[in-house]
């Protein structure tokens, strides 16, 4: 099922979130809302929900207009950041609740939930309280039960944001897992990019009620289409282009910066305000000539050793870019204060600032 923003407007407290907020999520997606804190994606969540309407416009499901339908008519199930469940019933009564409340009858929801439970790998838990499971279990828990009514549209509201890192990356696989079987479109509210490659089909990156840039994972990270889409996915260098200056004998551009020029094959235009948009990773050490195109002299201001890879703060005429290294293929002599010289790769995107 398609799901649908058409003009939406909305304002809290005289000031404007949206204004003429256009937005279409393919049926049977994963879809994500990437943000900071206030930009919306929220709010845009909610509107699907049916706990927030907005000040004009229509909101889809396929052809239905839904924007005044009441939350219990909908058919939407939710997970929300702090599970939501309640205390003082069993798992498996929190996970019937839903289908309960449908007319299901009793035996055939409790056979459907404890098999929705199974899938989750918690159908042995099934008489427990929520209070005696983990922070993982319980939004285990709360996925069955927003699975289990078989809903049209799948909402997940930072629904791993409480948990440890390690139990995160287990859970996001399930959570994929489980939408890639059921088909259900989705809609998924985060402000972690990384958990926003790892698990859209696609992804809207939001800043001020604005949506950016609509993409797949990869597009979105190696083609970013604004300055703040750059940086907030996957925190890419951003640095100033001067001019363009003549083509390069191998027919790449050459770029104009305040720390020498750079070589790249975009063929993004440049305008005023432009930035190349480099990610840390592709930044290479080498003892080639730092005046030679593509290549920017700098100064080791920062170290830091992150397991699998070191970080490094570079401080550069064109500001002080980040460089990640894998820990193993980099050279250990490498420290603080040291000048050093970075090679830029060919493939930087050009940027513009908003």
């Known amino acids: 099922m398609q799901v649908s923003f058409e003009a939406i407007a909305q304002s809290y407290g005289g000031q404007p979130l949206f204004d003429g907020l256009d937005l279409a999520i393919p ?8 943000g900071p804190s206030g930009c919306g994606k929220t709010t ?7 706990f927030v309407r907005p000040d004009a416009g229509r909101i889809r499901f396929g052809a239905e207009d839904v924007t005044h339908v009441p939350v219990h008519r909908r058919g939407v199930g939710m997970v929300f950041q702090d599970y939501a469940l309640f205390p003082d019933r069993s798992v498996l009564a929190n996970v019937v609740y839903g289908l309960a409340a449908r007319g299901v009858d009793r035996a055939a929801a409790e056979q459907r939930a404890l098999a929705m439970l199974d899938r989750v790998g918690l159908q042995a838990l099934a008489d427990r309280s929520p209070a005696a499971l983990s922070g993982g279990q319980r939004q285990r828990v709360a996925m069955a039960r927003a699975l289990v009514i078989e809903p049209r549209l799948l909402l997940l509201d930072e629904p791993l944001s ?3 890192v390690k139990l995160r990356v287990e859970l996001r696989s399930l959570v994929r897992e ?3 079987e059921a088909g259900i479109t989705t809609v998924f509210v985060t402000h972690d990019q990384e958990e926003a490659l790892a698990l859209s089909d696609l992804i809207a990156v939001m800043d001020r009620g604005r ?15 604004t300055a703040f889409a750059a940086d907030f996915v996957g925190g890419a260098n951003l640095i100033a282009i001067d001019e363009e200056l003549p083509a390069a004998a191998n027919g ?5 910066t305040p720390a020498g020029v750079i070589l790249t094959d975009s063929a993004v235009p440049v305008r005023p305000g432009a930035l190349l948009a480099v990610r840390s990773e592709e930044l290479v050490f080498t003892d080639a000539d730092a005046t030679a195109d593509g290549h920017l002299r700098g100064v080791i201001e920062h170290v830091e050793f992150r397991g699998g890879l070191t970080g490094y703060r570079v401080r550069t005429s064109a500001g002080v870019l980040r460089v990640e290294v894998r820990t193993r293929q980099q050279d250990q002599s490498r420290s603080r204060d040291d000048a050093v010289v970075l090679a830029l790769p060919v493939d930087a995107h050009i940027v513009q600032a908003a």
């Open 162 to 164: 409480a948990l440890d």
């Open 252 to 256: 790449l551009r050459r770029l104009g």
């Open 178 to 180: 489980l939408q890639t």
């Open 211 to 225: 949506i950016v840039q609509i993409g797949p994972p990869r597009e979105i990270y190696a083609r970013p289409g």
């Open 44 to 50: 845009l969540l909610r509107m699907l929900g049916g």
């Open 27 to 34: 049926s049977g997606s994963f879809f994500t809302l990437l």
